[in-house]
């Protein structure tokens, strides 16, 4: 299928407004990194911990982020999905043992802010086994309620099974709905209102931790992975063209990767594995999409030797123009829908391969292919002007006529 036939755009002849948009992109990236220290990385590689919360109703995400953010520094809050009522709270860790003291700040500022701590009572949400036994033992027998060490144990558990079970999931909204849970007298449920109290709230499976030589490991590993994409590529290439085509494809894939990340500095966005990811895709669509036009290039300069290079692209990028549009196209509209519906959990992810795919797809047209023109021009140059100033070895009666161009297309 072809959207473009016959087309016959100069695309090479607007090669210069494209080029010095890179460059002013590309500082203004580097130049925003540098002030700010580098890339911000998130917990995965900086090392911290990640809380997952679940609210009654919609979680007040700038609240959290405020309030948190007051006790224990820098922290970031991300829903799951759109929707969701759970939310991931990281801080950062400088070691193990600041774990369980981040995860207590976390737990006493949420309390404070969203839960009744002043009223003495405990909180039913985000109570422990042990806790709950001890709240109601002494209570239960003030109420007139019998019953013995084994039976309490048994009654606290099935209440927690009850709370803990979806579709609560941890979060109950009301006392009256442990009257579902076998052996929950009325007398138990007045009792549990008098000692307990229902946050909002409730603190849902265990919290996750990455170290900070963990995250600098995983931050190593995420460079190395980047390199040997790009190494392996040129080797490819320069082995199925020329070597001048692996060093346009690649010194391109570098574009597209500063660019990019020059674009989460400049967005204080974070760098976090899903982006990583994210660039290692775009990596890898930006080369093949590289390819596709270089193997055109070469295909048409087997049947056109005479025809000067710059022709011999241009054509050859109008030949690919549909393919290159369907391809990016439909691509570009895929990862709008996922950054404009995916959610802040895949903001990063989506946001990368927006930039990403506009970046990539002008610069194996704009960048790649205009490497390989001024190389080939320079050096056609620079063979020309050896031809001209070697001292002639013949006489010029028996000296040759000229032949023209002295290029040698392969």
């Not at 679940?54 to 609240?63: L, M, Q, S, T, V």
Request: with cysteine; aromatic share 10%.
């Amino acid at each position: 299928m072809e959207l473009f036939k016959s087309t016959n755009y100069d695309f090479l002849g607007y090669k210069w407004p494209f080029i010095c948009a890179s460059l002013v992109l590309s500082v203004a990236g580097v130049v925003s990194l540098l002030s700010k220290g580098g890339p911000r990385y998130g917990i995965d590689f900086k090392g911290g911990m990640v809380m997952t919360v679940r609210f009654a109703g919609k979680p007040p995400i700038d609240e959290i982020r405020s309030v948190v953010s007051k006790r224990v520094g820098e922290v970031s809050v991300q829903t799951f999905e759109a929707g969701s009522n759970e939310v991931a709270i990281g801080t950062g860790l400088t070691d193990a043992r600041q774990l369980d003291q981040n995860r207590r700040a976390v737990v006493e500022t949420l309390d404070t802010t969203f839960g009744q701590p002043a009223s003495g009572k405990l909180d039913f949400n985000n109570a422990s086994h042990e806790a709950l036994v001890s709240r109601l033992l002494d209570a239960l027998a003030r109420n007139s309620v019998a019953m013995s060490d084994a039976q309490l144990q048994k009654l606290v558990a099935d209440m927690l099974e009850f709370r803990n079970t979806p579709p609560r999931s941890g979060l109950i909204t009301s006392f009256d709905q442990l009257s579902a849970v076998p052996g929950v007298a009325p007398a138990v449920i007045n009792t549990l209102k008098q000692e307990c109290y229902l946050a909002p709230f409730s603190v849902r499976r265990g919290v996750e931790m990455v170290g900070p030589q963990v995250g600098a490991d995983l931050r190593q590993r995420a460079i190395w992975a980047t390199l040997a994409a790009l190494g392996g590529m040129l080797v490819y290439i320069a082995f199925r063209f020329e070597w001048i085509y692996g060093v346009a494809a690649v010194v391109a894939c570098f574009h597209d990767t500063i660019i990019t990340i020059g674009f989460f500095s400049l967005f204080n966005k974070e760098i976090t594995m899903t982006v990583i990811a994210a660039l290692l895709t775009l990596v890898g669509y930006s080369m093949n999409d590289t390819i596709v036009i270089f193997d055109r290039i070469r295909e048409n300069l087997k049947l056109s030797r005479r025809e000067p290079l710059e022709q011999v692209i241009n054509r050859s990028v109008n030949q690919t123009l549909s393919r290159t549009v369907m391809t990016s196209g439909l691509t570009f509209l895929t990862v709008i829908a996922l950054f404009l519906f995916g959610g802040p959990v895949l903001h990063g992810f989506s946001f990368a391969l927006v930039v990403g795919i506009i970046i990539g797809t002008y610069s194996s047209v704009f960048v790649a292919s205009p490497i390989v023109l001024f190389w080939h021009n320079w050096f056609d140059e620079r063979k020309r002007t050896a031809v001209l100033a070697a001292p002639a070895k013949i006489s010029p009666a028996k000296e040759p006529a000229s032949k023209g161009s002295v290029r040698a297309v392969k």
